[in-house]
């Protein structure tokens, strides 16, 4: 009896690893099948050894950007469990595969999940969204900024014709999470004998109390450091088919970009046409070049999504069921 219920296991197991790793496939091949290789290669052999560098560049700033990912979420999950570097990235590049087919990124926390000994802890999904919402506190922050200055300096009337609800809503959002887990965090004891009566709010609330003010402002802390790099990741892209922006237009024009990508609702996160849109939707207002705009956005999304989803696809794929299991 033992045997067949860890046989099924093992099927499960293997299953589940399958329908994602097909999955993925499925919408990345999709995808890729409606980029223009032949126009991006052409773009590059205008100029091959600034192309090679900075290419190079770029795939540098890739792994500094996951890397710093992979550090905060192993630093916040670590009291409830140790991960080493490797396993936590493959787990981040995880997250990023099952993101792939999924609402907005929601299913990343489970793709890391399947890496760890204890795959439904309700803590670790907590402290993984918590993670998430660090990174969106600085998207809609600075990005709601930027608006605001593009609207003013190069009148833009189309941005003027996004849903500003939906913007003050996901600002009200992230300041209100915050301000909440500020005054649990200060009552704690008198909180936690109120949610006894439900074992995953209690579950949630104790991963959440783990959390002290330094290790918030560690997370936050690599968060923007993230997002610094999302911005010289896109500058050097841009830079490298020939669209030179300014310092000003780099603090203002990239996270107005940014965020319009983030709040317009897609169903997967390898919708690339949207990605497209959005830069659209502002440089080429501003006189560059549609097809250098359409090259540098696809780039961007080869290397961030494509390659880390293909990256995190083959780390599932590879996963063994001794190591989820133990």
Not at 26 to 42: A, C, G, H, P, V
Not at 94 to 110: D, M, Q
Not at 295 to 303: E, G, Q, R, V, Y
């Amino acid at each position: 009896m033992l045997g067949i219920i860890r046989f099924n296991k093992y099927s499960i197991f293997w299953a589940i690893k399958l329908i994602i790793v097909t999955l993925c496939f499925i919408f990345l091949s999709e995808k890729l099948q409606k980029i223009n290789f032949t126009m991006l290669f052409s773009l590059f052999a205008e100029n091959t050894v600034k192309s090679k560098l900075i290419v190079s560049l770029i795939f540098i700033l890739f792994f500094i950007n996951w890397g710093i990912e992979t550090t905060k979420w192993k630093y916040l999950i670590r009291k409830i469990e140790s991960i080493s570097f490797k396993n936590a990235f493959l787990a981040v590049m995880g997250g990023v595969a099952i993101s792939t087919f999924t609402l907005n990124r929601t299913g990343e926390f489970a793709g890391r999940m399947m890496f760890l000994k204890d795959k439904l802890n309700i803590g670790i999904a907590a402290l993984t969204v918590f993670g998430s919402i660090s990174q969106l506190f600085f998207t809609i922050l600075f990005g709601s900024l930027s608006i605001a200055l593009v609207i003013k300096e190069y009148n833009f009337s189309e941005l003027l014709k996004l849903n500003i609800n939906y913007l003050t809503i996901s600002v009200l959002i992230v300041a209100i999470i915050l301000i909440c887990y500020l005054v649990i965090n200060r009552n704690k004891q008198s909180i936690k004998s109120v949610f006894k009566i439900n074992n995953i709010i209690t579950n949630i609330f104790k991963a959440l109390s783990m959390l002290s003010f330094k290790d918030i402002t560690l997370a936050f802390g690599m968060s923007f450091l993230r997002y610094i790099v999302f911005i010289l990741q896109f500058y050097f892209i841009l830079k490298l088919f020939g669209i030179s922006l300014s310092f000003i237009q780099i603090i203002t024009i990239l996270p107005t970009i940014f965020i319009v990508q983030t709040i317009i609702p897609t169903f997967f996160i390898t919708e690339i046409g949207v990605r497209i849109s959005a830069a659209l939707l502002i440089l080429e207002n501003l006189g560059f070049n549609e097809t250098k705009i359409i090259a540098s956005t696809t780039l961007l999304w080869l290397i961030n999504i494509a390659f880390a989803a293909l990256t995190g696809a083959i780390a599932i794929l590879l996963l063994k069921y001794k190591k989820a299991k133990e």
